[in-house]
């Protein structure tokens, strides 16, 4: 099938703020902003579809209580109603009940607080991701980047778990990726997978009429990261899942940068990159 003249927006629904130094070696030692990102994909055959949330005011709820407000504590969100995922899509004349997919990058919670706003859509994650939250609570779940109460109540009833046994080989234009999920059969939606920082994190390549996207939520965090292969210092890499699988994955994505370097990475919380784009 010939891709299908997908379209892409990158949106922002508010921002955290961290020292710099702490997310690449070499870092200045001030707070800087780092914006949550999500994804608007029109697909002419589908209904508007997200890649992510953003933050949401559920975020705000979800980390009243104790241990959650911990969460809170490490990474400041800063948020107004008319940054939310849902606010911004109503100005672009979509209502929330017309998403019909979100993918889930993985599940922490600056990537999935808006869940609840998208009362039709159906989850589309990387099996693995969801193992390695699912029923977690308390600070089992903090460890884990992971908010429980940001799921909605049927969200077991709506998800599409994509498995890696359906992974195919890919053609040159996406090596070193050499195997992925084609997601809608027309090639304009790529998943692969970018473990290390969350179990089983999903990266999407979203071919639109103009040029190949690629978004590679936190497999790194800046722009120079994966230029230059940077890696973030030790007290962050505290937080990954698999600290080898984020080198090796982070390592991939710059090979790629460096073979195609027309493509567009997007990695989720660099606002060099979303500058770009507002
Ligand atoms: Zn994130």
């Known amino acids: 099938m010939k891709p299908g003249p997908m379209k892409l927006s990158i949106l922002q629904a508010g921002y955290c703020t961290h020292p710099e130094h702490v997310v690449i070696r070499g870092g200045a030692?001030?707070?800087?902003?780092?914006?949550?990102?999500?994804?608007?994909?029109?697909?002419?055959?589908?209904?508007?579809?997200?890649?992510?949330?953003?933050?949401?005011?559920?975020?705000?709820s979800a980390t009243r209580t104790f241990p959650y407000g911990l969460y809170a504590r490490i990474t400041p969100v800063f948020l107004e109603d008319s940054w939310l995922a849902s606010s911004q899509l109503k100005a672009r004349g979509i209502a929330a009940k017309d998403i019909e997919t979100v993918f889930i990058s993985h599940f922490h919670a600056d990537h999935i607080a808006a869940l609840h706003d998208f009362h039709r859509a159906q989850f589309v994650f990387f099996a693995s991701a969801f193992e390695a939250v699912r029923g977690k609570k308390g600070f089992a779940a903090l460890l884990k980047g992971f908010l429980p109460s940001l799921l909605p109540q049927n969200f077991a009833a709506r998800v599409k778990p994509l498995n890696l046994s359906q992974r195919k080989a890919l053609s040159l234009r996406y090596h070193p990726f050499k195997l992925g999920i084609d997601v809608l059969g027309d090639e304009s939606l790529i998943a692969v997978e970018l473990p290390g920082h969350a179990a089983g994190q999903m990266g999407l390549f979203v071919q639109t009429s103009e040029q190949l996207y690629f978004l590679v939520a936190d497999a790194c965090w800046l722009k120079r990261s994966y230029q230059e292969n940077i890696l973030p210092r030790r007290r962050a890499q505290l937080i990954f899942d698999d600290a080898r699988a984020y080198r090796k994955t982070l390592a991939t994505i710059n090979q790629y940068y460096l073979m195609h370097p027309e493509v567009q990475i997007i990695p989720s919380h660099c606002q060099e990159t979303l500058n770009h784009f507002l």
Do not use: N, Q, V, W
Request: proline share 9%.
């Open 29 to 60: 030692r001030k707070d800087i902003r780092f914006p949550a990102m999500f994804a608007l994909l029109e697909h002419p055959g589908r209904g508007p579809m997200l890649f992510d949330t953003g933050y949401s005011e559920h975020f705000f």
